[in-house]
Structure formats: C-alpha cells, structure tokens
C-alpha cells in the first residue's frame, strides 16, 4: 500500500499570549489523506481550522507532532526543503481568491509555473487547460476586477492546481459566495480533484456541501473525529 499523501500525527499547537498565558488551539490531531480523497473538515469558528491547514501545508509547525506528506517526514527540514514541497506539492485555495490585480486571468494561472521553471508555452497551455475544465476559459483574458466572484474563485481553484499538486488545502473556498454559485463552484471543484487524482482537505462551514465529499472529520477540542 503506497504512502497517504498527507499524514499528521499528534499534532499540537499552542500560542504563547504572554507568560504565563498560552492558547492549545490543536491538542493531538491526526489525519491520514489518500490519493484522489476529498475530505471535509469542519468546526466552529475559531477552533483551529486554519491553523490545521497552515501546520498541514508548511506554513507553520506544529508545537508538537509530525507532518508527512508524499511520504516525507517534513519535522526539521529546512526552510529550502519545506519551501520546495510546499511549493511543488500543495496547492492552497482560501475563501478570498487572492488573484493578482494587474494580471490576466491566463497569467495568473501561469505565473507559479513560470516560477517553477516551466516553459512559458507549456505553462501556457495547461492554465488554458484547467481553465476550459472549470467554464472560465472565454475569461482567460480578462482581470479578476472585470469578472465575477465565482469565476475568480474558479480562476483561484486553477491556480492553485497549476503545478499538479498531490494536495489541494482549502479554507472556506466557499465561504464567500451565494449558495448558488458556491454549488458551481464546488462542482468545479470536485470536477478537478476527481480528474487529477489529488487529496483534498476541505475546511467549510456549508454542512452539505461536506455531505458530497467521501468522508467529512471535525476539529472538536483540539483533536479530529470522524463525523
């Protein structure tokens, strides 16, 4: 059986709001993702959802506990070695899209595979390809001011997947739509994770949008269950 994409173990983490204070946000999680899995994570606001994903993604480290993704036990690399995995294997969608202002819908799917040193043609080529796969290619020349929310979220959903990750982390990739465009977005969504074959960890609030992925956990007191 082949390494899980994403394993945490034990994960704990706590601020220190100023002696003797301190926060435990994550006491304990452990989560194991498989190829082509779309989990939910859900929780109430303030329960650690994105500290979860920040640990999960290499953003932050956990105060205890260890993150393994594609196999590779991540706990005490470098900042050059996380930066690579992080950059070459995660892809990363939050509920804001975040796209660059100044560029086009096309270069912004582009530019993480330029920075990765793929050719401008062939990078090119696959931003139009995930573009066609979500409905937004007829706005590939467009900039995020001239479209609508849902299709910058679309547009967001094909960046983050630019440079084919094993893990797609997403935090309320939803969260700032209406419901009708938050179903096509999620679709889409679903559409391009099932045809990649990544792991996806989904943090939401929409309960039924969670209902539609293959198993939804719950962050409840610092530790994850199943739902």
Do not use: W
Not at 49 to 69: M, N, Q
Not at 141 to 151: K, L, N, T
Request: net charge positive; charged share 20%.
């Amino acid at each position: 059986m082949s390494d899980p994409v994403l394993r945490l173990r034990g994960i704990e983490k706590t601020y220190h709001a100023g002696k003797p204070s301190e926060i435990r946000v994550l006491r304990g999680a452990d989560l194991s993702l498989g190829a082509g899995e779309i989990v939910a994570l859900v929780a109430p606001s303030g329960a650690g959802k994105s500290t979860l994903l920040h640990i999960a993604g290499l953003l932050d480290v956990p105060s205890a506990g260890s993150v393994e993704i594609g196999g590779q036990e991540m706990s005490g690399r470098g900042d050059r070695r996380r930066t690579r995995v992080r950059r070459e294997d995660v892809g990363f969608v939050y509920q804001f899209h975040h796209l660059l202002p100044e560029f086009s819908a096309l270069e912004n799917v582009m530019l993480p595979q330029l920075a990765n040193g793929v050719a401008r043609g062939a990078a090119r080529a696959r931003a139009m390809g995930l573009l066609e796969q979500v409905g937004v290619v007829a706005r590939a020349a467009h900039r995020p001011a001239d479209m609508s929310g849902g299709e910058q979220q679309r547009v967001a959903f094909c960046r983050a997947l630019a440079n084919a990750p094993r893990l797609l982390l997403a935090d309320e990739p939803t969260g700032n739509l209406d419901p009708a465009t938050a179903d096509q977005v999620f679709a889409a969504l679903m559409r391009l994770a099932r045809e990649t074959g990544l792991a996806a960890l989904i943090a939401t609030h929409n309960l039924e949008l969670a209902a539609r992925m293959d198993r939804c956990v719950r962050l409840q007191e610092g530790v994850l269950v199943a739902v």
